[in-house]
């Protein structure tokens, strides 16, 4: 997507921020090179972790931070002069959606289990900007793992960098206009996978992206009250399993493009939701997606296979990563990073932290 005209930043520090705050963005001048680099493709994938919040006081100084202004801006390229977004007020809709339903974008008014397991993940970049994706509570030996997408929490680049990871991390389950109904949640470690440690030099965050790498996993700290995450949101199913062309696949995010562009849809407030077959991306075949109008801030967002729409569950089989710009296909195309052995690795990882 076109940087937004008229914002002050960095050459560098732009399309960071950028990238991590929404879907992975992809120049112009990079489209046509979606193929890992050779020395990528060849290095063994590991597991990079990095420390987050540990103490009472940093977890009471995050929470004091995300205020619910704070969090409606979250994404705003100049925050100092974006209007706060008004509340999106669509009424809630008992009424289960009919199963395979397909679905472009809209508000989910649907309810069930999945207005409580996946949220707003905010963060804030090393140049002191806030951002905001999205994440899902998936279940787990620690009852305390979240999966979303390696870009939400890192760009490429030396892991021991203090700029390469993102900041104040915070997951609001079931954000809505700036509320926190279940509480908000700190988190105490996290991982990608070793290829995001790539030099930046030689290769992008797309690249990393296209070749199949852009999961993230997060283990939550315990609420105010002392419960593990699930024992407060429940949790998904998560499988590492081959894509089918043709599945029919649920996706969910909050995207926020109207906060940079006033012909934009979304604002963040409310979960969007999508639903369509699913197919590879032409120019990024390791890419899965399927007909949906979200962006920036979906990027994490779950895409499920078996999603029962009278419950609100199904199986989490990828995370959002981009649009058509990067794994090409036709316009209005949301890609997930299909979840495979490097997902379930960090998964593995991140099952058996303690809390």
Known sequence: ????????????????????????????????????????????????????????????????????????????????????????????????????????????????????????????????????????????????????????????????????WNHNLYFVPGYRNGTKPLGGFSIRTMATSSRWDADPAGTTSDAVAAAGHDTGVLVANRSAGGRRIADVTGSQQIAFT????????????????????????????RMIHCAGPARPGPKAPLLWGETCDMSHGASGGPHFARFDPGTGTGTVVGVTTTTEELAGGPAGTLYATRLGDGAHRLYDWAQTRAV
């Open 242 to 269: 081959p894509p089918a062309e043709g599945e029919f696949v649920h996706a969910f995010g909050y995207p926020k493009d109207r906060l940079n562009n006033p012909g934009g849809r979304y604002t963040g407030s």
């Open 1 to 164: 997507m076109p940087k937004t005209p008229g914002t002050k930043a960095t050459d560098r520090t732009l399309p960071r921020r950028l990238a991590a705050a929404g879907a992975l963005l992809l120049s112009a001048t990079t489209a046509a090179v979606l193929l890992p680099s050779t020395a990528l493709a060849a290095e063994r994938e590991t597991v990079t972790t990095h420390s987050g919040t540990t103490t009472a006081q940093e977890r009471d100084r995050i929470d004091a931070y995300w205020t619910p202004d704070r969090m409606r801006l979250a994404g705003a390229l100049v925050p100092e002069i974006t209007p706060v977004p008004e509340d999106d007020n669509t009424p809630d809709d008992p009424r289960p959606l009919p199963a395979d339903t397909p679905d472009p974008g809209a508000v989910w008014t649907h309810g069930g289990a999945v207005n409580r397991s996946v949220g707003r993940l905010f963060f804030t970049f090393s140049d002191g900007y806030d951002g905001s994706c999205t994440a899902t509570v998936v279940n787990s030996a620690n009852r305390s793992t979240v999966i979303t997408a390696a870009h939400c929490l890192r760009g490429v680049g030396a892991p021991t960098a203090d700029d390469t």
